[in-house]
């Protein structure tokens, strides 16, 4: 399959998510989204579950690209940004038929492997991200001494939260934003240190 074609299909995956949804989407409606036949998905993907996943995967690079290397002068600014990244993607307010399509397909995650394997990963990568700023920022003395591993398990948690109140109440990541930079301040940096609190 030529890279035109892989990206064709990956367009066609997201606005099919966004017209039907997780749970009423077919692949004659990821065709039709595309110039491709049925047939032709079938060609290239056995099940629709094979074309979600590849979906993922892909959604999986453009994540990781975007929040890799967060920007700040130190590590408490580096990891507010990337909480910022990772709240508030490019386009955020256009994707709530989207994020909500997201949202029920981790809701299958209890009985498929094969996406909890790709949902998995995602909160792997914050995991990892977090913990090594938080690290850094204990070497550097700017965090207290605590354990790096808490700290980035509670921040996949704030994610997974703050992604389920948006889609489901529509609560600002505003919120999480300010209650996060509140956290830092009180609970990560050492007496007399600052973020930016944007």
Known sequence: MTDDT??????????????????????QDIADESTKSKAALHYH?????????????????????RLRNPKGDD??????????????????????????????????????????ERIGEFDAFVHDQCRSIVAEGIEQGVFHDVDPDTVATFLVT?????????????????????????YVRSRLLVDGSEVAAG
């Open 6 to 27: 892989t990206d064709e299909l990956i367009e066609a995956t997201y606005a099919a998510l966004c017209r039907h949804g997780y749970a009423d989407l077919t692949m």
């Open 45 to 65: 993907y056995d099940t629709k579950q094979d074309l979600l996943l590849a979906f993922l995967a892909a959604l999986y690079e453009d994540f990781t690209e």
């Open 75 to 116: 590590p408490a600014e580096r990891l507010v940004a990337f909480v910022d990244s990772a709240l508030t993607p490019p386009d955020r307010d256009d994707q709530r038929a989207f994020q909500t399509a997201i949202l029920a397909i981790k809701a299958q995650v209890p009985y498929d492997d094969a996406f909890g």
């Open 158 to 182: 704030l994610f997974n939260g703050a992604h389920v109140r948006w889609v489901t109440e529509g609560q600002s990541a505003a919120v999480t934003r300010a209650l996060f930079v509140e």
